[in-house]
C-alpha cells in the first residue's frame, strides 16, 4: 500500500468513526498514523457539513450560529449580535439577507412577531464544494435515511427538490436545484408542519 492510499484510508476512517483531531487552528486534521497534516478532500468536508446540521437541529438551531433558535430569538437580539442584514426584509414574508463572504457562510432569516420563523443556510461562496455544494441527495439519503417528504417546487422554469426531514419538534429542507439531486442550493429550518 503506498503512502498515499494510506493517508486517504486513514482519513475516510477518521471521519466515519467521528474521531479526526483538529489542529490548533481548528481547520487541518492530524493523522496519528500519517505522521503529518494532509488537507481533507471536498467529500469529506461537505460529509462533515451535513453532519453538523443534525443535532443542533433537534434544538431548532444551526451549527454555529450564536445560538439563534427557531420560534424563540428576537429580530432585535440578532441585530444586535451579527448586525443588519446586507438586504433587508421588504415585506413580512420576505427574509433579511446576511451574504456570504470570505470564508463565512451566507444565511437569510424570516421572523414571525418577532421572532425567527425560518432560517437559510446558503453555504460558502469559496471552494463551495467542502460545503453544501459536495452534498448530495446521494450522500443525504446513504446518511440520514429516508427522508419525511419530498416534494418537486416549480416556480416558472425552475425547478427544485425539497427533501424534509423532521428532527423533534422541527424539520430540516434541504432543498437541491433540478430533479437529479445535485446541486444543493440550500437548507432552510423551520418549526415542524409534517404530521
Known sequence: MNYF???KKTAIAAVTAGTIALSA??????YAAAGTAAPVD???MAFQTLMSFYKPALQGQFPNFYGFTVGSTSHETVIKTIGEAESPAKDADDFDVYHAEMGHPGYAINYKLDKIRE????????ERQTNIGGISLRMLIQHWGAPNQSVLIKSGK????KITYVRGKFQLEFIFNGTNGTGLDHINLT???IK
Open 25 to 30: 487552528a481548528g481547520a487541518v486534521p492530524s
Open 5 to 7: 492510499t494510506a493517508v
Open 191 to 193: 418549526k415542524k408542519t
Open 158 to 161: 425552475t425547478i427544485q427538490k
Open 42 to 44: 471536498a467529500h469529506m
Open 119 to 126: 432560517m437559510r443556510y446558503f453555504g460558502t461562496n469559496v
